[in-house]
């Protein structure tokens, strides 16, 4: 239930900025909401030279507040020299809005921080910061992040749903690392965490844990009925909180679903471990993975089980490539999507192995992207074209992640999937 229909600014800010030593807070005017459905938002899934990725997180403060935390490495922004004499220095704007739905029928909040660095040759570092912004319990909202590298003049633009319709939900916990405190970007977990929850006088959270290997995306023209998902973890075990915190190691690979009510609904917190170097692609076994997509059953199986994977996997790629030199190219251009694919796609499983990952590795990022809270549209060509490609993904509700799409499959995709395949094997970029 919508409690107003104003829009309103939020002007109590609170800005704590690990590793910068100074900054600038600002605020915006509230500004006229623009649906957000109706713009070609393909930025968001295009791959910027140089690499510009900053990442984000949402945790609930109180009732009326919840807090923005976000992350940028310094080796991403522009240190410059405003004039002769002055210290190398990074300026990032990081502007949030908050709308009640992707249609933005109201804004509830909006505003926006100048942060500067000053560049420190010896370190390499993440800048690290948090902001606040208004939003009331028992709602759900979408909040549009914009951060800019004011030096390079350039910007990137990400959406986040927002729930706080209850207090089980995802934003009501957080883990950060015990050492710097810095929080569990894309709720990846590799080792002991800080976990904590949102709201006092609670005594325990629940933990369970998934083990499973899912197997990859179907040709988007097979039409395969899924199969459920079996929702009994793999164990179940109590954690103590002390003042609302408790330490928790998630060394071993999977998944871990926290909540604070087991019998309330499903809903919670997950952390995942895919493996010690994800989202990268590092190992040979994991390149060979993803090109199941591109190769028969027997080729693939001939490569995975190779008494020399590494030479297997060379040999394929200089086979269709025809040169080692556009052998290099191709796998680089390959195993760029399949990480942007960890990194955009990834659910309860690795990015690459579902349905988008599937279509962005093989077809590259769309022309135009059109998105919805609950869907999103991919064209390959102009928008309105009949000549144009167009993929539909349908959000799917799982607790355990709000980044769950399932592909709306047709026979109609057969030709262009094995035209894109075929066109790999020879050696060109699809």
């Not at 926006?112 to 912004?133: A, Q, T, W, Y």
């Not at 871990?256 to 809903?267: K, P, S």
């Not at 170097?277 to 693939?300: A, C, G, N, Q, W």
Request: proline share 5%; with cysteine.
């Amino acid at each position: 239930m919508k409690s107003t229909k104003a829009k309103t600014c939020h002007e109590n800010l609170k800005l704590l900025l690990f590793l910068l030593p100074l900054f600038l807070i600002s605020i915006t005017s509230c500004e006229p909401a623009r649906r957000a459905s109706n713009q070609n938002v393909a930025f968001l899934y295009k791959k910027e030279a140089p690499v510009f990725n900053p990442e984000y997180t949402v945790v609930h403060v109180n009732d009326s507040l919840s807090e923005l935390l976000f992350k940028i490495p310094s080796n991403q922004v522009l240190y410059a020299r405003p004039n002769s004499g002055m210290p190398f220095a990074a300026q990032v704007k990081v502007s949030y809005r908050v709308f009640d739905d992707f249609d933005a029928h109201i804004i509830y909040d909006t505003a926006s921080i100048i942060m500067n660095d000053i560049e420190n040759f010896d370190l390499l570092k993440d800048l690290v910061g948090n902001i606040r912004f208004r939003a009331n319990q028992g709602m759900n909202y979408v909040l549009e992040v914009t951060m800019a590298d004011i030096n390079r003049n350039r910007s990137r633009k990400q959406f986040i749903n927002v729930e706080k319709a209850n207090n089980n939900s995802r934003h009501n916990f957080i883990a950060k690392d015990l050492e710097t405190n810095i929080p569990a970007f894309g709720n990846l977990v590799k080792n002991k965490m800080s976990l904590q929850y949102a709201f006092p006088h609670r005594e325990h959270l629940y933990i369970r844990y998934y083990n499973r290997d899912f197997g990859i995306a179907p040709p988007p023209f097979a039409m395969v009925s899924p199969r459920p998902f079996e929702y009994r973890a793999d164990s179940v075990f109590m954690l103590h909180l002390e003042n609302q915190k408790a330490i928790l190691d998630f060394n071993q690979k999977g998944f871990y679903h926290i909540q604070v009510d087991t019998l309330m609904n499903r809903n919670g917190y997950t952390l995942f471990n895919f493996n010690s170097t994800f989202p990268e692609i590092k190992s040979v076994d994991e390149m060979i993975s993803p090109l199941r997509y591109i190769t028969s059953k027997s080729e693939h199986e001939a490569m995975a089980n190779a008494t020399n994977k590494k030479e297997a996997l060379d040999q394929f790629w200089i086979n269709a490539a025809g040169n080692p030199e556009r052998a290099r190219e191709l796998i680089s251009i390959f195993y760029n999507r399949v990480q942007d694919a960890n990194l955009h796609f990834s659910s309860f499983i690795e990015g690459w192995k579902t349905d988008r990952g599937m279509i962005y590795i093989i077809f590259g990022p769309p022309n135009v992207l059109y998105k919805t809270s609950d869907t999103e549209s991919w064209i390959y060509g102009e928008d309105q074209n009949m000549m144009s490609l167009t993929f539909n993904f349908m959000n799917i509700e799982n607790p355990f992640t709000d980044n769950d799409y399932s592909l709306d499959r047709s026979v109609i995709y057969k030709n262009n999937w094995h035209r894109a395949v075929d066109t790999w094997r020879q050696g060109r970029v699809f």
